[in-house]
Structures are given as structure tokens and as C-alpha cells.
């Protein structure tokens, strides 16, 4: 049973437009949600994270979205540049500590068009 | 500050053997967790420490053994390799009091059982 979705496996958008990655989790004791980026041959490394008790926080051209009734999230990267191309993991966890476990979508790529 | 490392980078079984794939983060951490990363599948926890001295199975531990040799290695063993076990490996540690609560990833072992 998968407890963190990412359906749409990959997404192409155009250099400077808006990218939109979207998760879906189905554990409604998830309370903390992370977004890690994955370039090939590289480990991951984390993006941007949100608590349940927000619906939004911003880092920069990042900004991840929490809607905690219908259980869904999305991360928002705007402008968007060739080096966002990679592929990125929705993740979320019970606990906000650290060492809490993490349970990870399947990830989707992002390729984005000069 | 190296991060977290991993060795081998690349290694071949042939099914029945074992190797032990090594684990070192120098930034005081006290949790450690090996993930696996298959196409199509995400990353998946096989086992975890929360701190020097303790470990848990995660999501698929059979086939696996782990040992937290002290607070910085942490090594994932395979006693009898199947090729079921032909997939990325990655390793990772964190800290409840580091910053943005997130886990750091090493740059992965890719291992192949023929």
C-alpha cells in the first residue's frame, strides 16, 4: 500500500515558466512533508519542507503547498531553470524530529527547456 | 566537512556472495537509515538507528543485516546476494536538533547481482 503518491511520473516545462509537482499521501498521521532533489548519480538532497500546522512556506523560487483535507501537496518552482531538470521525492514522516522514519513517493522528473 | 561517504561506488556480485557496503558521516549525527532506490519504486528504508547502539528493520530488511559500529559507520551486509538485490543504495544520517529537521543523503553504492 502506497502511503505517499506521485502520479504523474515526469513533467516538461519551458525554461522560466512555472514547474508544478504534485503528492498525494493517503496516512492521515503524517504530520511533516519534505521535498528532496535527486540529480543522476548523485545522492538526494533535501529542497524544502513544511509542517502540518502551515499550509505554505517559501525558500526562495521554491514554495510547497499543504492541503491537509483533501491530503494532498505541491511544490511550486518559479522561474524555472534548466538546473532544476532532476528528479524530485515527495516525503513525509509521523514525527517532526529528525530521526523519525521517512515513507517516499516513486519521484518525478522534471525537465525544463531552455 | 565531507557529508556523509559510501564504498564501494560501484561493485558486481555473482548470486550467493557477500559483501558488507560501509557507511561514515562526520557530522556528530546520532540516526543513520540505508535506503534502496529501484526504478519505478522510490527510495525504500531497509533498516535504521536512532542512535549508536540500536537498530530497526524498515519497510524491506530481508536479506539484509546491519551494524552500527559506533556513532559514525553504520554498514549494510548481504549474506547471500540474489538478484533481487540489484539496486542503488544509499545511506543517510540526521540530527532531531540540525536544521530544517531534513536527512542527508550520501551519494550511493550501485550494485549489481548477476
Known amino acids: 500500500d502506497q502511503q505517499v503518491k506521485q502520479n504523474s511520473p515526469s513533467l516538461s516545462v519551458q525554461e522560466g515558466r512555472i514547474s508544478i509537482l504534485n503528492c498525494d499521501y493517503t496516512?492521515?498521521?503524517?504530520?511533516?512533508f519534505l521535498w528532496y532533489k535527486k540529480y543522476p548519480a548523485e545522492g538526494p538532497t533535501f529542497l524544502i519542507s513544511?509542517?502540518?500546522?502551515?499550509d505554505k512556506n517559501e525558500d526562495g523560487r521554491f514554495t510547497v503547498f499543504l492541503n491537509k483535507s483533501a491530503k494532498h501537496l505541491s511544490l511550486h518552482i518559479v522561474p524555472s531553470q534548466p538546473g532544476d531538470s532532476a528528479v524530485y521525492f515527495c516525503?513525509?514522516?509521523?514525527?517532526?524530529?529528525?530521526?523519525?522514519?521517512?515513507?517516499f513517493g516513486k519521484g518525478i522528473t522534471l525537465s525544463v527547456r531552455p | 566537512n565531507a557529508g556523509v561517504t559510501q564504498t564501494p561506488k560501484f561493485q558486481v556480485l555473482k548470486t550467493g556472495q557477500s559483501m558488507t557496503l560501509q557507511c561514515a558521516q562526520d557530522?556528530?549525527?546520532?540516526?543513520m537509515y540505508w535506503y534502496r532506490q529501484d526504478p519505478g519504486m522510490g527510495l525504500r528504508l531497509i533498516y535504521y538507528?536512532?542512535?549508536?547502539?540500536?537498530?530497526d528493520k524498515g519497510e524491506v530488511p530481508n536479506g539484509y543485516n546491519v551494524s552500527r559500529l559506533n556513532k559514525r559507520e553504520f554498514s549494510l551486509r548481504l549474506e547471500s546476494a540474489a538478484p533481487s538485490q540489484t539496486s542503488v543504495y544509499f545511506c543517510?544520517?540526521?540530527?532531531?536538533?540540525?536544521?530544517?529537521?531534513?536527512?542527508?543523503f550520501g551519494p550511493g553504492t550501485r550494485l549489481t547481482v548477476l
Open positions: 538507528s536512532a542512535s549508536e547502539g540500536t537498530t
Open positions: 516525503a513525509a514522516r509521523r514525527e517532526e524530529r529528525a530521526n523519525s522514519k521517512l515513507t
Open positions: 513544511i509542517s502540518s500546522i502551515k
Open positions: 543517510a544520517s540526521s540530527d532531531p536538533s540540525g536544521r530544517g529537521n531534513e536527512q542527508f
Open positions: 557530522m556528530n549525527h546520532n540516526s
Open positions: 496516512n492521515s498521521m503524517f504530520d511533516y
